[in-house]
């Protein structure tokens, strides 16, 4: 319980923990990076003009090796990746969707990526090598669906759709549809944080008792994904987890 507890707490201050009110950037910086390159950077504004296939895999290699958190929007119609994310720490950044708005004020559509780092999974007193057996263990959390509903709203004035939320950890993706999550949907958003912690503790359960059992972990962990697809549903939150191969 202890665990699950200290768990909650900081998933809660993950990415959007201390989310601020946007400021509009003085001076954003925009640096056109070629490569295998995002990282968790203090340089809001930055641009990597990579796939999104690509920018996944990235996140992904992050979750699992490093501790700094940041916020991104992939942009399809010019395939990049903005840094938005302000003031990056191991707890959070802060979210400044002006900086989108100002270096690409053309844009009708984004969606919003950040990671669940692995190191937010060693409370449950796992080995770093452990952490392979954890994908799809952090959904979003409400924190982070609610900041981003305001977000969203904000966007929209601008005339930019939010179109994805997508939170990536170290073996995929969860990717929640925005566009179908409504008023009555966030009324639900209680339940959903109930939801997720017994997710992530099941999780732990789960690898427990079957550490030693890699085919029956695999299938398990598939049953409480899509037992956490449904449930959401049921809330109204169109929610997927996906694999990276
Ligand atoms: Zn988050």
């Known amino acids: 319980m202890r665990a699950k507890k200290l768990f909650t707490i900081l998933v809660a201050s993950t990415i959007l923990g201390c989310t601020t009110m ?85 844009i009708k559509e984004v969606s919003s990526y950040h990671i669940h780092p692995a190191c937010n999974l060693s409370m449950g007193g796992f080995y770093k090598d452990e952490f392979k057996h954890f994908p799809g263990a952090l959904p979003p959390s409400k924190e982070d669906l609610t900041y981003l509903l305001e977000e969203r ?15 990536v950890d170290l073996g995929g993706y969860w990717v929640v549809n925005f566009e179908t999550i409504c008023k009555e949907t966030v009324k639900k958003m209680q339940y959903y944080e109930m939801l997720v912690d017994k997710h992530t503790s099941s999780y732990y359960s789960l690898y427990k008792y079957n550490k030693n059992d890699s085919k029956k972990l695999e299938t398990f962990r598939k049953d409480l994904i899509k037992d956490f697809e449904m449930k959401a549903a049921e809330l109204g939150m169109d929610m997927k987890y996906h694999f990276l191969e």
């Open 22 to 106: 946007p400021v509009k950037p003085q001076k954003p910086i925009e640096e056109i990076v070629a490569g295998p390159s995002i990282k968790p950077s203090e340089d809001l504004g930055l641009v990597y003009k990579i796939s999104q296939g690509e920018g996944i895999k990235q996140l992904s290699y992050l979750a699992m090796n490093n501790k700094l958190e940041d916020i991104w929007y992939y942009i399809p119609e010019t395939n990049e990746w903005l840094d938005y994310g302000n003031k990056v720490s191991k707890n959070g950044c802060n979210p400044e969707p002006n900086v989108l708005l100002t270096l690409r004020p053309n």
């Open 153 to 167: 709203a904000e966007l929209k004035r601008s005339g930019v759709n939010l179109k994805e939320v997508v939170v």
